[in-house]
């Protein structure tokens, strides 16, 4: 049985967790983040996608896969842009960078959503295999 003080501590820390924007969203939902890469990094990811290589290997990505965004569904039929995404960043994963395998079709809009510090793979993204935390988070 929770003491009164201990029930008004855990109440404060949700609302503390609740301003935060972090409170609703199970812990699996979370990207996974990982640190900004140095900028040498970045100048050679910019020049990368100039690079004729790079237009082969996306082209090959176009060529073979269905052209419809991996998170939203979105398609050029439905007006939406559609991007090839590195899934694991190459400025981190440089060795990946023309590997098929990390390359997922994404929209536009879902692409500068994701940004580079995420790695969330869309293709195998299941949503019903989430399940929220133990515990009252809801409340
Ligand atoms: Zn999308």
């Known amino acids: 049985m929770m003491s009164k003080r201990t029930k008004r501590r855990a109440k404060l820390l949700r609302e503390q967790y609740k301003l935060r924007g972090y409170w609703r969203q199970p812990k699996r939902e979370r990207p996974a983040?990982?640190?900004?890469?140095?900028?040498?990094?970045?100048?050679r990811v910019k020049g990368f996608y100039k690079s004729w290589e790079w237009k082969?290997?996306?082209?090959?990505?176009l060529k073979t896969h269905e052209l419809r965004c991996e998170c939203c569904g979105a398609s050029k039929e439905s007006g939406a842009q559609i991007v090839v995404d590195h899934i694991k960043s190459i400025r981190r994963n440089w060795n990946l960078r023309f590997d098929q395998s990390n390359l997922q079709a994404l929209c536009n809009d879902c692409n500068m959503g994701k940004g580079s510090t995420d790695e969330t793979d869309w293709r195998v993204f299941d949503p019903g295999q989430l399940t929220p935390p133990a515990g009252d988070w809801l409340n």
């Open 56 to 61: 082969q290997a996306r082209y090959l990505f």
């Open 33 to 43: 983040k990982v640190a900004a890469a140095p900028d040498d990094a970045r100048q």
